[in-house]
């Protein structure tokens, strides 16, 4: 089914919650508000003309200085300095989270992409791991990485990083740790060069050499 | 109803009614070093006795952020880290990786260059199923296949160090084509040479040794069966859903690259040994794949058109415009997809990686419900997972 279609069967589902329709890049999506996404989503899989049955990709976003006229000017990430220190920035994130589902349907053969936008602030979304299972771990790694709560999922603990890890690293304000479990972590010497740098002194004209007399 | 499931075998639910003996489970871990989790997975397994009652994957043991350095490198300086996911098919995922930034650029490739990608991400697959049916022997307590196995994985790694410079990671795949032609001393006849003693004389050596194996086929035969709904729900793909019966490849039914051009068959589970969909079928759909991935080498490199093998100068800064795109392929392990965002610019706004490995382990915490601790390594076995593509 057509990609427009499909978006307009959504809309008439979930009326003011579908917010809009986008196919103007590589691919279409259809932004919804992120407290009827699980509606959404249900009505997606469920429905007989669409039967998504596979949700193919859950990916969190941190939409924080993106660049909407294309330029490439978008916020870069902070790093390690030259010394190996953690690079600090004055600038202050203010930017939506955003989650991209990508569906497919094994039955009907065709795709869709929605998105929603939730503000940083707050930064929750309701889980769709009862509507796909697969989506249980997607949100998980989306809550480790980006700090995006999902409510009613059943456990949401980190999945790829420490239980007691501070952070989310793909923020875009995120800052790189310094130092872990006191082990530096960039740049800096574990331990003293036992090889010190060989001295040449240049005043030493060539072929004077005391040994040959 | 996990409860049901370990009462019919004879589990700790039935021994509380033995009166004086009390049981209690017995929390387990299984790795992070441990032979049968091929890699550092830790699996936290309460079991009673012998039956597993419950498992909890643990993930991260080899995270390194690849999703976060893609936001801090331009676009051709990160396909270099797309070779370390899937460490036995890095083609698979440089193709994946190109595939999804061709998209968001609407980049054409050469058509020599389409071939050389085919050709050389086959030949990485076939590499991996002789890991994945190595290793599933190794875990099955089979030691001889894996030699042969790994006898035949080297001349694919010398075919594609002669055609890439690399012998595990290459690096080979570039935005807009592939970084090198085919090398001139007889690459071609060499691959094709060695495709056809594959397919007749080394396939049946593993069907001998292994797949028709007596001991082989009754360890596996109905055990850890995976329905298709399952597999639906858990994302499960590549060999894991087809050895569920379900005909899907991405090669086939969401073409992409030249795939489309080439004759060549979907392999799915019978249920020859057992019920569809257990461990002897998601083994034998990769000698399967085997096959056909020579068939669709011979075709490739039969109708090997002449041309550039680069749209794109191999010294410019490539740059994508503003969008977003989400693009698959199939790699040796399933769907491998990258939802990449472009700003516009030579840096990867967003690049989120969906990993084949990190949803078909997910099918563990349900599957492995029941099973037999030994079981459990023969499911983990047969889903043929790598850890540098789970933890990313």
């Known amino acids: 089914m057509d990609q427009k279609e499909i978006y307009e069967l959504l809309a008439e589902k979930l009326g003011p919650a579908a917010l809009g329709f986008n196919d103007e890049g590589v691919e279409a999506y259809a932004d919804v508000e992120p407290g009827s996404i699980a509606a959404a989503c249900t009505f997606l899989r469920d429905d007989e003309r669409l039967q998504f049955n596979q949700l193919m990709c859950l990916s969190g976003i941190d939409w924080d200085g993106y660049d909407e006229n294309g330029k490439g000017k978008s916020v870069k990430i902070l790093g390690y300095t030259d010394e190996g220190q953690p690079e600090t920035s004055d600038h202050v994130s203010e930017g939506d989270f955003g989650v991209a589902y990508s569906l497919y349907s094994h039955s009907r053969r065709h795709k869709f992409t929605l998105r929603v936008r939730t503000p940083r602030a707050t930064a929750s979304v309701p889980t769709v791991s009862g509507v796909w299972t ?56 574990y331990c003293e060069n036992p090889f010190p740098p060989i001295e040449v002194t240049p005043d030493q004209p060539a072929g004077d050499d005391p040994a040959e007399g | 109803m996990a409860i049901e499931n370990i009462k019919t075998k004879g589990g700790w639910a039935d021994q509380d009614h033995v009166p004086g003996i009390k049981s209690e489970l017995l929390e387990l871990n299984m790795g992070p070093q441990h032979p049968a989790t091929h890699g550092v997975l830790r699996l936290v397994l309460h079991t009673d006795g012998e039956i597993v009652f419950k498992v909890t994957p643990v993930l991260g043991y080899l995270h390194r952020c690849a999703e976060k350095i893609a936001e801090g490198v331009n676009y051709k300086q990160w396909v270099v880290y797309s070779d370390r996911f899937d460490y036995l098919a890095p083609m698979c995922c440089n193709h994946a990786y190109v595939t999804a930034l061709e998209k968001v650029m609407q980049q054409e490739v050469p058509e020599r260059a389409e071939h050389l990608r085919i050709v050389t991400a086959e030949l990485s697959r076939i590499a991996s199923h002789l890991i994945a049916l190595a290793t599933f022997g190794l875990d099955m307590g089979a030691w001889t ?28 795949m570039v935005p807009g084509g592939v970084r090198y032609d085919m090398p001139k001393d007889n690459w071609a006849a060499d691959v094709l040479e060695f495709i056809t003693m594959l397919e007749n004389k080394k396939i049946a050596d593993y069907n001998n040794l292994l797949s028709y194996n007596k001991i082989f086929v009754e360890r596996l035969g109905n055990v850890a069966v995976i329905d298709p709904q399952t597999a639906y729900d858990y994302g499960c793909t590549g060999p ?15 073409p992409y690259s030249l795939y489309h051009k080439f004759d060549f068959e979907i392999p799915v589970g019978q249920g020859e040994m057992g019920a569809v969909g257990d461990c002897w ?3 034998f759909v990769r000698v399967c794949e085997i096959e056909q991935s020579c068939r669709i080498i011979r075709q490739a490199l039969e109708s090997l058109p002449d041309g550039p093998v680069q749209a794109i100068d191999l010294t410019k800064i490539v740059k994508a415009p503003a969008g977003a795109a989400y693009s698959r392929v199939e790699s040796a392990k399933g769907e491998l997809g990258h939802y990449i965002i472009a700003d516009g610019g030579q840096v990867a706004f967003r690049n989120k990686v969906r990993s084949p490995s990190f949803c078909n382990l997910h099918v563990v915490e349900k599957i492995g419900v029941g099973q037999m601790v030994s079981d459990l390594v023969a499911l983990i076995g047969s889903l043929d997972i790598v850890l540098g593509e789970i933890d990313r």
């Open chain 2, 281 to 283: 079928d998601r083994y």
């Open chain 2, 145 to 172: 296949p894996l030699l042969y196995c790994f006898r035949e994985r080297e001349v694919i790694l010398d075919l594609l160090e002669r055609i890439s410079g690399g012998r595990m990671l290459y690096n080979y």
């Open chain 2, 240 to 254: 894991v859903l087809r050895g569920a019966g379900v005909k899907f490849d991405c090669r086939k039914d969401d």
């Open chain 1, 134 to 189: 697969t989506a249980a771990w997607h949100e998980r790694e989306a809550w480790d990485l980006l700090g995006i709560r999902f409510t009613g999922h059943r456990d949401l603990r980190r999945i790829l990083l420490e239980e007691h890890w501070v952070g989310h690293p793909l923020r875009k304000d995120y800052q790189m740790p310094g130092t872990w479990d006191n082990v530096p972590l960039h740049g800096q010497p």
